[in-house]
Structure formats: structure tokens, C-alpha cells
């Protein structure tokens, strides 16, 4: 009997269900699932071309183009008019961009061309939610308002390019416990410290944040 390849059959299905997560900070009436829902196609391409929905779309084909067929974004993936769903959703956060493929991050107020600490003065970096999604994932991008990367930095992986010394400045983290994050590498009283710097719309965002 021919011996299975695991590793090949791993690789082939990590490549074909690999997802990617999207970061950002939302800049109001967001496409909602619902939004999603009442279209005849269950499509985000079905949404009309509209601002928010273009940053959507955009999302969507910059995960294309990395190579990946799923995409997740929190503003139309999670049913927030289901609390146990929204709950849910939350408290599973850092695991899902733990886990993702890959997760963009979209700078809406960082003008094309990006300069040198554009990144780190960012409104991104000042939202609770985002210190999780920059710690969790082993791979990220940064992109500018006109998703372009960040720097023009074409490397296969942001956690592993000058960017990261840029964030470890911003916020007093070695760029290696940035690029190699895990919950234990910081105390509580750091984790404090780095929600303490960190805005949220209401309280319980902010503890959320920090799961």
C-alpha cells in the first residue's frame, strides 16, 4: 500500500481553507451581516458601491491576490443582533486571528505615499481592539488609505520586516515578542499598560481586547 503524505494533504488543505482576517478601524455604518444577508447572492459584491463597502471589496481582493478564498471581517461576519453569537464572537477574537492565514490591516488616515511613523501615529493604534489583532497573528500586512503596502514594504511578512521596530518604539514591546507573540510573554500589569494607552466606544470592549 502507497504511504499517505500528511504533511502534503496538510499543506494542500491549510492552502485551500486558510482564511484571512481583516483590521481596521470602523469608520461608521460599516456592511453589516445583515446587510449581507438580505441580498439575493449572499455576496459582499452584491453591496452597493458605496465608500465602507469599497474598503469591503478591496479587503476582499487584497486576500485574493495573496492567494487565499476566504476572507473574514468583523463588520458583516458576526450577527450582533444575536447576543449569544455576539459573545461568542468576541471572546474567540484573539483565536481566530491566532490562527488566520494571514490578517491585512488597513490604515484609512495613512496617506499614499506612507512615510516613516505614519503607522505608529495612526488612529489604528490608538483602538482597544487592534492590540490583539497586531499581537495574535503570526502573519500580517499593513496597508495605506489607497491599499498600497505600507512603505512600499513587499516582504512576505510584516512581522518580519524594520516595520516591527516602528510598533516595538510605539509601544515599548521588543519587536521579537511583536513578531512571536504569546500571552504569557507579558504580565498582567503590561497587558494593563497597554490597554491603558488603548481608546474603546464602551468599557467592555476594552476588557475583551485583552482575552
Not at 441580498?39 to 478591496?58: A, F, Q, R, Y
Not at 476566504?70 to 474567540?92: E, G, H, M, V
Not at 487592534?130 to 502573519?139: G, H, V, W
Not at 498600497?148 to 519587536?175: C, F, R, V, W
Amino acid at each position: 500500500m502507497k504511504e499517505v503524505d500528511e504533511e502534503w494533504i496538510q499543506r494542500v488543505v491549510a492552502g485551500f481553507f486558510g482564511y484571512v482576517m481583516f483590521s481596521h478601524t470602523w469608520q461608521g455604518s460599516e456592511p453589516t451581516f445583515q446587510d449581507v444577508k438580505q441580498i439575493e447572492s449572499k455576496s459582499v459584491w452584491g453591496l452597493p458601491d458605496t465608500l465602507l463597502n469599497k474598503k469591503l471589496h478591496n479587503f476582499c481582493k487584497a486576500t485574493r491576490k495573496l492567494g487565499y478564498n476566504w476572507a473574514r471581517s468583523d463588520t458583516c461576519c458576526i450577527d450582533k443582533s444575536t447576543s449569544s453569537i455576539l459573545n461568542q464572537s468576541l471572546t474567540s477574537m484573539y483565536k481566530w486571528y491566532a490562527n488566520s492565514a494571514a490578517t491585512l490591516v488597513f490604515l484609512a488616515g495613512v496617506a499614499h505615499p506612507s512615510k516613516p511613523g505614519d503607522l505608529s501615529r495612526s488612529l489604528w493604534m490608538t483602538r482597544a481592539w487592534t492590540l490583539q489583532e497586531l499581537l495574535s497573528p503570526t502573519i500580517i500586512f499593513f496597508y495605506d488609505a489607497e491599499w498600497k503596502l505600507y512603505l512600499g514594504d513587499t516582504s512576505a511578512n510584516h512581522k518580519e520586516s524594520e516595520i516591527m521596530q516602528e510598533l516595538a518604539d510605539a509601544i515599548n514591546i521588543p519587536p521579537g515578542t511583536i513578531a512571536a507573540f504569546s500571552p504569557d510573554d507579558l504580565g498582567v500589569r503590561e497587558k494593563l499598560r497597554l490597554a491603558s494607552t488603548r481608546n474603546a466606544t464602551i468599557d467592555e470592549d476594552a476588557a475583551y481586547s485583552l482575552i
